[in-house]
């Protein structure tokens, strides 16, 4: 089956520096569609970005991924932290149109004065 | 819009007692889905739906857990017989087929079994 890896459990950033989450998958079928999810704190996850196109920048709110279909990855960035960013950060992937996601363990972001 | 609704928002159990929880989807979206996410972890599927017919149940723990959506709209997800590892929220979800595949999630319904 699918699988989703993100790396770090917990970043941390001082506002106003650049934050980096990686995200990497694994899948056996013609993935189409991958996503970040934020979620704050008692709250439902809010679709962030959304991409199916390989090579090609994707931005929202200031954050930005790229799909690389050759490694595998659909990293998450910001050039400069916010301390409203504080949040879960999940990547996922869907198979195919209006299926299931498969997300990963999601990445705990806290931005410091 | 109105967003998905669920509820009830929170409910604590003892093991062996019963719960139903209730969603209702974005209006317009055909396909609804169900995740469960224990704590400090994503959300894991368990079922979803296309109108009222069932595409994706091979997560559910079938003997425990039910799921129906009988007019294609709403949705109500019960588990009989709540166990400890039940304790997790639980997530409701819509999409609409044909166009993005985005899911939208609702508030979720916080479960902890004593």
């Known amino acids: 089956g699918d699988s989703v890896t993100q790396t770090e459990g917990l970043v941390t950033v001082t506002e106003g520096l650049p934050v980096k989450l990686n995200c990497t998958y694994q899948?056996?079928?013609?993935?189409?569609?991958f996503f970040w999810y934020v979620q704050y704190l008692n709250e439902a996850p809010q679709v962030l970005l959304r991409s199916s196109t390989d090579n090609k920048r994707t931005e929202h709110q200031g954050f930005h991924a790229t799909l690389h279909k050759s490694s595998s990855s659909f990293h998450l960035q910001k050039s400069s932290a916010q301390l409203s960013d504080s949040a879960l950060y999940y990547c996922a992937l869907s198979e195919s149109y209006a299926q299931g996601l498969t997300f990963g363990l999601g990445t705990r972001v806290s931005v410091f004065p | 819009e109105a967003g998905v609704t669920q509820s009830p928002r929170y409910a604590v159990l003892q093991e062996g007692q019963a719960v139903s929880f209730w969603c209702d989807p974005i209006?317009?979206?055909?396909?609804l889905y169900w995740y469960q996410q224990p704590r400090d972890q994503g959300p894991q599927l368990l079922v979803y739906?296309?109108?009222?017919?069932?595409?994706?149940n091979s997560q559910l723990p079938s003997d425990r857990f039910s799921a129906v959506r009988p007019k294609g709209t709403n949705s109500t997800l019960k588990i009989q017989s709540a166990k400890q590892g039940d304790t997790a929220t639980y997530l409701c979800?819509?999409?609409?087929?044909?166009?993005?595949?985005?899911?939208?999630f609702g508030p979720g319904t916080r479960l902890l079994v004593l």
């Open positions: 979800a819509s999409s609409q087929t044909g166009t993005e595949d985005t899911q939208y």
């Open positions: 209006s317009g979206h055909d396909t």
């Open positions: 739906f296309r109108d009222e017919a069932v595409i994706d």
């Open positions: 899948t056996t079928y013609l993935t189409i569609a």
